[in-house]
């Protein structure tokens, strides 16, 4: 190509990317494989692989990455603005502290049996080259991409190591009080109530291993490989009986057997400050997905000095669409909601066919 040719060719290059604040140069990663917008981002592509292979079992949304979530939370819900306020460490916030001193903060009562997961993901932070703050928040990001109807979570790099643990009593349980669990919300990073029931869609993928150790795996609702809206719906349904013997600490009747419903999640459902936010995500995928992806964003990064990251989040696959739409269990209906927001009347739901079937356990992985 002769020279003026080539000038002409690029100069018009120039003005398109000028004209368009979209096209955004990228670089050739080391790998040989992957572009970036940032360098920094190329060795992600291989921490993402191994964890898709190695800790989630092929990419499954199963226990490993919902136990990688409840950790997310644990790690970053370590801060206290009054704290620092009033001139003591509040803790580091997302800062990997649960893991780089977990033979503290693994005894604190409200991370009972979150040692597991730490003890999963300590080979695979000993083999990459992230700090142990970003490999928690990346994990979970990465995981949540597993489960169906999840938003693609944001992922920012750069949190420095952890030199301290985190202060015990900062994070909720579920026999707390609806007035503490808001007030420790505000106090960590400013969630508002709303806020608080975003990032509870969290439980749409979960179940309790230590709430009753008698059962474990034990889901808080009926579908907990999907990132659907079920949990909004069945904490919503009058408790009738599973599993029985309720009466563990922070534990209350739930609508189904094989069901367990947190006494924190039932009484934030019906709570005046939170029941109308909690029904809105019922019939509302796509609200449940932005607002839970918001305030993710946000727990994500507590106690960091965000100007000092990384958007490195094109590295996060992007979640498979939702695979399931809203419904009463079979044998459930309209008439088993316990109404609680005093605004707007539940939305009229399918019920499943079929007779009242009970939820089976999460298999541990
Ligand atoms: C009011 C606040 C919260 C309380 C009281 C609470 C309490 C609990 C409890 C007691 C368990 C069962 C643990 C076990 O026995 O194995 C659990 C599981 C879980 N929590 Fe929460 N949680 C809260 C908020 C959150 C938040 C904000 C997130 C994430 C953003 C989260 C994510 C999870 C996940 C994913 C699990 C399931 C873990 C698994 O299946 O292995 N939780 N939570
Ligand atoms: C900070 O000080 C205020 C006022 O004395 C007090 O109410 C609050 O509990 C303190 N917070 C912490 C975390 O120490
Ligand atoms: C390790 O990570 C740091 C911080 O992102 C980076 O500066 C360094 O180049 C990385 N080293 C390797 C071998 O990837
Ligand atoms: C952070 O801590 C982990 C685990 O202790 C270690 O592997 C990593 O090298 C540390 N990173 C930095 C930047 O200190
Ligand atoms: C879903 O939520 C969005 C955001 O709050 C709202 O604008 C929209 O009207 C809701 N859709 C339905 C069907 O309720």
Known sequence: MAFKTLASFVSVLAALQVASGA???????????????????????AVRDDIQKNLF????????????????????????????????????????SISIFASIETN???????????????????????????????????????????????????RPNATQPAPDKTIPEPFDTVDSILARFLDAADFSPAEVVALLASHTIAAADEVD???????????????????????????TGFPGTAGNQGEVLSPLP??????????????????????????????????????MAKLAV????????????????????????A?????LSNADVEQACAETPFPTLQTDPGPETSVAPVPPS
């Open 302 to 325: 507590i106690g960091q000095d965000v100007s000092q990251l990384i958007d490195c989040s094109e590295v996060i696959p992007m979640p498979p669409p939702p695979a399931s739409a």
């Open 57 to 96: 079992d092929n990419g499954e949304c199963g226990e490993d990455v919902h136990e990688s979530l409840r950790l997310t939370f644990h790690d970053a819900i370590g801060f206290s603005r009054s704290a620092e306020a009033n001139g003591t460490f509040g803790g580091g916030g997302a800062d990997g």
């Open 213 to 239: 150790p008698t059962i474990p795996g034990t889901p808080f609702d009926s579908t907990p490989e999907l990132f659907d809206t079920q949990f909004f719906i069945e904490t919503q349904l009058r408790g």
């Open 23 to 45: 096209l955004t140069r990228r670089v050739a990663c080391p790998d040989g494989v992957n572009t970036a917008t940032n360098a920094a981002c190329c060795q992600l592509f």
């Open 108 to 158: 604190f009562h409200a991370s009972l049996g979150i040692d597991e997961i730490v003890g999963e993901q300590a080979p695979f932070i000993a083999r990459h080259n992230l700090t142990v703050g970003d490999f928690i928040q990346f994990a979970g990001a990465v995981g949540v991409s597993n489960c169906p109807g999840a938003p693609r979570l944001q992922f920012l790099l750069g």
């Open 258 to 295: 094989g069901e367990m419903r947190l006494q924190s999640d039932s009484e934030l459902a019906r709570d005046s400050r939170t029941a109308c936010e909690w029904q809105s995500m019922v019939n509302n995928q796509s609200k449940m997905m932005t607002a839970f992806a918001a305030a």
């Open 327 to 331: 419904h009463f269990p079979a044998g």
